[in-house]
């Protein structure tokens, strides 16, 4: 089943403690990105990558690392964590971007609590 | 910069009622525009998308969107909804990175 795969699905943690997202997808796509969404502000763009050892800042990178060593894998690291990174986290995925017209596929959501 | 707008931050509806959720987006180049749904407790998920030709566009379960060049507008309408469409509704056009740029989305209540 073509699908994009988030772990883990809910975390605790506590300022300052490193924590990383993984995201796969199993489409072979090129493009992958992160999202955060929060009540009143939709979704908004954090990283992304335009292929392998391609990444590039959204609106809203800092606090955020990201990697793209393979093409299915794009990891959100959080070096250290602070309260205003809780959120809803979304990775999505998407067939090369000739033209600029593909679809974005969404994974199911990493809902992260900083205490 | 690109953005876009939605009107309506909670809209409640009976069932069978007719709903139209507004979108405007700032762009005034070729856009690429998408609705997309969000049920309680899931991810986002394709409603509809628009990137050329016919700017009336029909998406799943029923909903449709009109693509309005002179006006900016991607409105979704749907002639009758069901409970089952209780959701947030997100609007977005796609980015010069390729990045999509999200409304701040409409919650949908529908009162069985």
């Known amino acids: 089943e073509a699908q994009v795969t988030q772990n883990p699905r809910y975390l605790i943690t506590v300022t300052g403690k490193k924590l990383t997202v993984t995201c796969s997808q199993n489409m072979n796509h090129e493009y992958m990105s992160w999202y955060r969404q929060d009540p009143g502000l939709g979704l908004r763009q954090i990283y992304y990558s335009m292929n392998v050892e391609v990444t590039d800042k959204g609106d809203v990178p800092e606090g955020y690392k990201v990697s793209r060593k393979e093409k299915r894998n794009f990891p959100l690291i959080l070096e250290s964590p602070s309260p205003n990174q809780t959120s809803l986290y979304f990775c999505a995925s998407s067939p090369r971007l000739a033209g600029g017209t593909e679809t974005q596929y969404f994974g199911p959501g990493t809902r992260l609590l900083v205490l | 910069a690109q953005s876009v707008s939605q009107h309506n931050h909670h809209v409640i509806l009976s069932e069978a009622a007719s709903l139209e959720l507004g979108c405007n987006y700032s762009y005034g180049g070729t856009v690429n525009l998408f609705w997309y749904v969000q049920y309680p407790g899931q991810h986002l998920q394709l409603l509809l998308k628009y990137f050329s030709g016919d700017p009336l566009v029909k998406g799943i379960k029923g909903f449709e969107a009109e693509f309005i060049k002179s006006k900016f507008s991607f409105n979704l309408r749907k002639p009758s909804v069901q409970w089952s469409d209780t959701a947030e509704y997100f609007c977005?056009?796609?980015?010069?990175?390729?990045?999509?740029?999200f409304g701040k989305g409409t919650k949908l209540s529908v009162k069985p």
């Open positions: 977005a056009v796609k980015g010069s990175q390729g990045n999509l740029i």
